[in-house]
């Protein structure tokens, strides 16, 4: 949005200082002295700039609102729907027995996608009020939340490092899209952040549970 009212208005700024500078007057007495057919053409120039500016707003809702369905579809597919539930089962394991029992991969698949969501919405191609708006947005804050505290995200970064090392940049979005939803969800809520994530861990059995629990058609 920001970068097509900047281009939109670096356009119509830099039309008016060719003209101006044109002039030997100054630049309000030139404005002023513009004849009938000036401000016409003035004006016909203003319009179409403000008719671009409403269609590449209007084309970028449109391409942020297909973006969320398809991601939305995704989330919902039969074959998601099951990898969910196996993650759910996951999440239940103490910290590390994932690891052992090499049930990472499920964790990876179901994070992949919501990392996928995170990106497009770091990039502003998903902009945050959508983000919010969005069922999606609130899986991924609560996915975010589980797999960290259960120690699966540490395990799944240090897995395809040299030990001792560990990768961050791993879900990087993923972290970025969850503190910025649960920043909104506190103010939203008007409740403190910490008090915020103790309800996140209160209600992590019932978030799995659900999970588990989903329909497999979906």
Known sequence: MVVIFVSTA?????LAVRFLWSSPRPALLHILALDKMEYITWGIGLLTAFVIFSQLVLLQDQVATQTLMEFTRQWND??????????????????????????????ERVLEGLEDFSTFARRDVVD??????SALGWYAARYYHCVNQSGSLKNIRTRWCNPPDSDSTL?????????????????ERKIKLERLKNEYDTKKQQFIDSEKNLPAEG
């Open 10 to 14: 670096f356009i119509v700024a830099s």
């Open 78 to 107: 039969p074959g998601t729907i099951s990898q969910r539930k196996r993650v759910a089962a996951v999440l239940e394991l103490e910290s590390g027995e994932a690891a052992r029992r090499g049930d990472l991969d499920s964790v």
């Open 128 to 133: 945050k009020d959508l983000v919010w708006d």
């Open 171 to 187: 879900y990087c979005n993923l972290e970025w899209l969850y503190r910025e939803y649960v920043s909104r969800e506190a103010r």
